[in-house]
């Protein structure tokens, strides 16, 4: 069986052959080719051979791996990776260090009228990358990652995410701060609200249009758009903020990729046990859920386990300090539980940590050819 129809099979909750495991490689690429993630973060030609070598590394992973070229930084999109709103420490050729997000205070809590009459382009940064740079990288990216294309395409690979849509108070926390966003929730709750509703239908139209475009290049049978989110979890507001003021958003933008024909993978950062029930409101197997490891898997099992699929939750730091003995045990109680009966990919609460061990993720994909056959 391919791995993309054993993905497609989880997502649908019908029996694979195997659990499909998934090391989510992306700036780890560079620690498999042991260069410094600077070099491969500004070459796209490093990045294509680090991802190269990580499909030697990590045969039998079923999902495609990225190479942490750095072009995404420079999009002119409304994401917290754009450096044209946000600003970053990015690594130079050299540095053996991944992106840092510098927060800061985009807007103030005062400028919402003013963002929804003027636009995101009006708080663009003056030291905003240029849009011949963002399209020459774009070229660089496409050209060099050619090979690792056709390979991932002769192996059959499921592609994660080809498509990307925010939820429209992650975007905000992100333009406020999080101090900023977190006390708009008590001091404008009507602004809030105001500038979500505003944000929403673009989020949508640009995730869908990029998902078109990828649908008819491709030609592909399973277009997967991202929607991620984590400014919204328990982590940082009540469950009856989520419901307010981020669950409307997550209705509408599920319910706007599914009608569009794609697979919504929904990657929820934080912890979203208190809200999992809420997700049983959307049409069954048709999602994916990744969560990460500040989640209770087993109890999402339980709760969503007969409804959709659920992707993860191996501990970063048990991949990056662990044994490969204690990722295989770990592993195999995933696999055991949340596994039974299909529904699972067995994968990194995230994308892999940089400095995960080798021998770690490579136990983590052995564990699902020892424990997950069905």
């Given amino acids: 069986m391919l791995p993309k129809e054993r993905v497609q099979r989880v997502i649908r909750l019908e029996t694979p052959d195997k659990v499909p495991v998934a090391p989510q490689v992306n700036e780890h690429a560079a620690k498999v080719l042991a260069v410094p993630f600077g070099d491969v973060f500004n070459d796209a030609d490093l990045a294509a051979k680090a991802v190269l070598k990580s499909y030697e590394v990590y045969q039998g992973a079923d999902m495609s791996f990225g190479g942490g070229y750095g072009f995404i930084y420079y999009a002119p999109y409304a994401d917290a990776h754009s450096t044209w709103f946000f600003r970053w420490h990015l690594p130079k050729p050299g540095e053996d260090q991944v992106p840092q997000m510098l927060e800061d205070q985009i807007i103030s809590g005062d400028q919402y009228d003013l963002l929804v009459e003027k636009g995101l382009l009006y708080f663009i940064r003056p030291e ?3 849009l011949e740079q963002f399209v020459s990288m774009l070229v660089k990216q496409s050209q060099a990652m050619a090979p690792a294309e056709k390979l991932a395409r002769e192996r059959g690979l499921f592609h994660y995410a080809m498509s990307l849509i925010n939820l429209p108070t992650d975007l905000i926390a992100n333009l406020r701060g999080l101090n900023g966003y977190l006390t708009d929730f008590y001091d404008r709750p009507e602004k809030l609200r ?3 509703d505003w944000l929403v239908d673009d ?6 249009n990029l998902a078109r475009q990828v649908a ?6 399973c277009v997967t758009v991202l929607i991620g989110a984590n400014r919204a979890s328990a982590s940082y507001i009540s469950p009856k903020m989520f419901e307010e003021f981020a669950w409307p958003y997550f ?8 009608a569009a024909g794609f697979t919504p993978v929904i990657h929820l950062d934080g912890n979203w046990t208190p809200m999992a029930h809420y997700f049983r409101a959307f049409p069954a197997r048709k999602c994916l859920y990744h969560i990460d490891d500040q989640n209770d898997i087993f109890q999402w099992k339980k ?3 007969d409804h959709s699929a659920l992707m993860g939750n191996v501990p970063a730091s048990l991949l990056s300090f662990g044994t490969p003995e204690e990722v295989d045990a770990h592993c195999k109680k995933l696999i055991e539980v949340v596994g039974e009966g299909g529904g699972f990919v067995l994968a990194k609460a995230c994308s892999l940590p940089y400095d995960a061990k080798v021998e770690n993720v ?8 020892k424990y997950g056959v069905y």
């Fill in 362 to 369: 490579q136990a983590m994909i052995r564990a699902s050819e």
């Fill in 203 to 208: 989020l949508i139209e640009m995730g869908l």
């Fill in 303 to 305: 709760i969503l386990g």
């Fill in 216 to 221: 008819a290049g491709r030609g592909d049978d």
């Fill in 194 to 196: 105001k500038v979500c």
């Fill in 128 to 130: 905003h990358p240029r």
């Fill in 251 to 258: 209705q509408k933008e599920v319910g706007a990729v599914i």
